[in-house]
């Protein structure tokens, strides 16, 4: 009776949570709160709502995610890390912070749910493998398989209705779910950073982590003196971008044995010396760029395998009045513009899968593969109302483009709201196109050619046309029939 209880209250609350708006914060206001060095308090009051909110937003819009991704062995898994998080945070929300030992205690939760959801992203990308090999072995499903993009068997594959894509779906559901994760992930570490150093843990709790552990921040900008909880205000955008450039060349090194140069260059009216500085992330904006950096080694390395000379890459950046924009070119290949929809597309990759992280074979990080380099890393420029996309010329090469906000008061998290809206996308629904579509045409078209064909008979082009277009024969017939006795009655 009383776990009866239990459960009924957590459900409660979990729809009472779900059904508040997240509270979206721009990075003005984290620098101001960590430079005037509030009490801790000020943050727990804060975040003993706001975490609920986020976390549960985001476990009951995955509840509505369709049943054959959502009985994976993966997302199982991450619903009950999700539970779990959610519990231990709601036992904050009845606490007084002004009891130290309550802060003590929320320092070390926060960093135990920080460390259980550190492999989320990995977990989750498991679970959308195992929901596609359980549509690929599914009789009933039919699929049209791709070895090349296995993202096409789910796209060919209709779940509910002919119109209904389940990839759409779990597209639409995974940009929300990761970008939910950055923005918890931010409040966390903020706090963190800001207060850990401040406290002394007195407990040793073999389940607990540690307060050493606590102060674990993966900042690629050596100033770390710069940073206030994630933030840095004075971050060298260029020494970055080399940082950036020259990993990415190791890495590139040790797969292909050989890499290319970049040439950086820069240009403001407002800055001084050879510096360009705004206030961001410094880890969000070395993952962006690192991506990057990646993508236009290898596409030049691709192209120009065996060559003694290669093209180097070039990384220009500019500060203007609204945006700080960072435009990194190459000279591989190029994207054919019928592949540029699906450039951000989550595990879809032109390079072969590489095995998992565990394989004993695996001796050096693999350079691509796992197709979520482009998307997450999307995630992480939009996070902060910027963006990312690209420009690319088949044939010649890609310019990959981001843009930043300059002013911190105007960058501004970007979160996902569990409305009625973001429901809709979740049920079966029909879809008619209100443009006609020259690929389906012309798939209509041959096949009907092909069909004559295969059967033996004369291929007669415009029935076929005409069965392109929804008609058959004698409507072709009587309209033919009908114009030729308006020509008499002439």
Same mark, same amino acid.
Not at 80 to 89: A, I, Q, T, V
Not at 172 to 179: A, E, I, P, S
Not at 412 to 433: D, F
């Given at each position: 009776?009383?776990?009866?209880?239990?459960?009924?209250?957590?459900?409660?609350?979990?729809?009472?949570?779900?059904?508040?708006?997240?509270?979206?914060?721009?990075?003005?206001?984290?620098?101001?709160?960590?430079?005037?060095?509030?009490?801790?308090? *000020?943050?727990?009051?804060?975040?003993?709502?706001?975490?609920?909110?986020?976390?549960?937003?985001?476990?009951?819009?995955?509840?509505?995610?369709?049943?054959?991704?959502?009985?994976?062995?993966?997302?199982?898994?991450?619903?009950?890390?999700?539970?779990?998080?959610?519990?231990?945070? =709601?036992?904050?929300?009845?606490? *007084?912070?002004?009891?130290?030992?309550?802060?003590?205690?929320?320092?070390?939760?926060?960093?135990?749910?920080?460390? +259980?959801?550190?492999?989320?992203?990995?977990?989750?990308?498991?679970?959308v493998r195992e929901?596609?090999?359980?549509?690929?072995?599914?009789?009933?499903?039919?699929?049209?398989?791709?070895?090349?993009?296995?993202?096409?068997?789910?796209?060919?594959?209709?779940?509910?209705?002919?119109?209904?894509?389940?990839?759409?779906?779990?597209?639409?559901?995974?940009?929300? #779910?990761?970008?939910?994760?950055?923005?918890?992930?931010?409040?966390?570490?903020?706090?963190?950073?800001?207060?850990?150093?401040?406290s002394t843990m007195?407990?040793?709790?073999?389940?607990?982590?540690?307060?050493?552990?606590?102060?674990?921040?993966?900042?690629?900008?050596?100033?770390?003196?710069?940073? !206030?909880?994630?933030?840095?205000?004075?971050? %060298?955008?260029?020494?970055?971008?080399?940082?950036?450039?020259?990993?990415?060349?190791?890495?590139c090194e040790k797969?292909?044995? #050989?890499?290319?140069?970049?040439?950086?260059?820069?240009?403001?009216?407002?800055?001084?010396?050879?510096?360009?500085?705004?206030?961001?992330?410094?880890?969000?904006?070395?993952? !962006?760029?690192?991506?990057?950096?990646?993508?236009?080694?290898?596409?030049?390395?691709?192209?120009?395998?065996?060559?003694?000379?290669?093209?180097?890459?070039?990384?220009? !950046?500019?500060?203007?009045?609204?945006?700080?924009?960072?435009?990194?070119?190459?000279?591989? +290949?190029?994207?054919?513009?019928?592949?540029?929809?699906?450039? #951000?597309?989550?595990?879809?990759?032109?390079?072969?899968?590489?095995?998992?992280?565990? *394989?004993?074979?695996?001796?050096?990080?693999?350079?691509?593969?796992?197709?979520?380099?482009?998307?997450?890393?999307?995630?992480?420029?939009?996070?902060?109302?910027? %963006? =990312?996309?690209?420009?690319? !010329?088949?044939?010649?090469?890609?310019?990959?483009?981001?843009? =930043?906000?300059?002013?911190?008061?105007?960058?501004?998290?970007?979160?996902?709201?569990?409305?009625?809206?973001?429901?809709?996308?979740?049920?079966?629904?029909?879809?008619?196109?209100?443009?006609?579509?020259?690929?389906?045409?012309?798939?209509?078209?041959?096949?009907?050619?092909?069909?004559?064909?295969?059967?033996?008979?004369?291929?007669?082009?415009?029935?076929?046309?005409?069965?392109?277009?929804?008609?058959?024969?004698?409507?072709?017939?009587?309209?033919?029939?009908?114009?030729?006795?308006?020509?008499?009655?002439?």
């Amino acid at each position: 009776m009383r776990l009866t209880k239990y459960l009924f209250s957590v459900f409660s609350d979990l729809q009472y949570y779900a059904h508040c708006t997240p509270i979206a914060l721009s990075m003005q206001q984290l620098i101001d709160f960590g430079a005037k060095h509030r009490p801790p308090q *000020d943050s727990f009051n804060f975040l003993q709502k706001e975490l609920p909110v986020r976390m549960a937003n985001i476990m009951v819009e995955m509840s509505l995610l369709p049943e054959v991704l959502l009985t994976t062995q993966s997302v199982t898994q991450i619903k009950e890390w999700y539970d779990m998080s959610f519990k231990e945070l =709601l036992e904050f929300t009845k606490l *007084d912070p002004n009891k130290p030992k309550v802060l003590e205690r929320f320092l070390v939760t926060l960093g135990n749910v920080k460390n +259980r959801h550190s492999s989320v992203v990995e977990t989750m990308a498991e679970g959308v493998r195992e929901m596609r090999l359980k549509l690929l072995d599914d009789p009933l499903s039919e699929p049209i398989i791709n070895s090349s993009n296995i993202s096409e068997v789910i796209r060919s594959t209709a779940m509910y209705s002919p119109s209904w894509s389940l990839d759409e779906t779990v597209q639409y559901f995974l940009d929300r #779910f990761y970008m939910n994760r950055i923005s918890v992930n931010m409040l966390i570490e903020t706090h963190l950073s800001l207060f850990s150093r401040r406290s002394t843990m007195e407990e040793d709790d073999s389940d607990s982590i540690s307060s050493d552990e606590l102060d674990s921040d993966a900042d690629v900008n050596k100033e770390v003196h710069h940073l !206030i909880g994630c933030l840095d205000p004075r971050c %060298d955008v260029i020494l970055l971008a080399k940082n950036a450039f020259e990993d990415a060349k190791d890495l590139c090194e040790k797969h292909f044995g #050989f890499s290319t140069d970049c040439q950086f260059a820069h240009y403001s009216d407002s800055i001084k010396g050879h510096k360009v500085k705004m206030t961001y992330v410094p880890s969000h904006l070395y993952h !962006i760029l690192f991506e990057l950096f990646k993508n236009a080694q290898k596409a030049t390395l691709d192209k120009y395998t065996g060559s003694p000379k290669l093209p180097p890459l070039s990384c220009l !950046i500019s500060k203007g009045e609204e945006d700080v924009v960072i435009k990194i070119s190459d000279r591989g +290949r190029g994207i054919a513009r019928s592949n540029l929809t699906n450039i #951000f597309r989550y595990q879809c990759s032109s390079s072969p899968t590489p095995p998992p992280p565990d *394989d004993e074979t695996l001796t050096v990080s693999p350079l691509s593969g796992y197709g979520y380099g482009l998307p997450l890393s999307r995630l992480y420029a939009r996070y902060f109302s910027g %963006d =990312l996309w690209l420009n690319s !010329i088949e044939g010649y090469g890609t310019d990959a483009m981001v843009a =930043l906000k300059a002013k911190p008061s105007e960058a501004t998290e970007i979160l996902p709201l569990l409305n009625k809206t973001a429901s809709s996308h979740y049920s079966p629904h029909v879809q008619i196109n209100d443009w006609s579509d020259s690929r389906q045409i012309r798939k209509r078209y041959v096949s009907k050619v092909a069909a004559a064909a295969g059967s033996g008979s004369s291929v007669d082009a415009s029935a076929a046309t005409a069965a392109t277009l929804g008609r058959s024969k004698q409507e072709v017939a009587g309209s033919s029939s009908q114009s030729s006795s308006s020509k008499v009655h002439d």
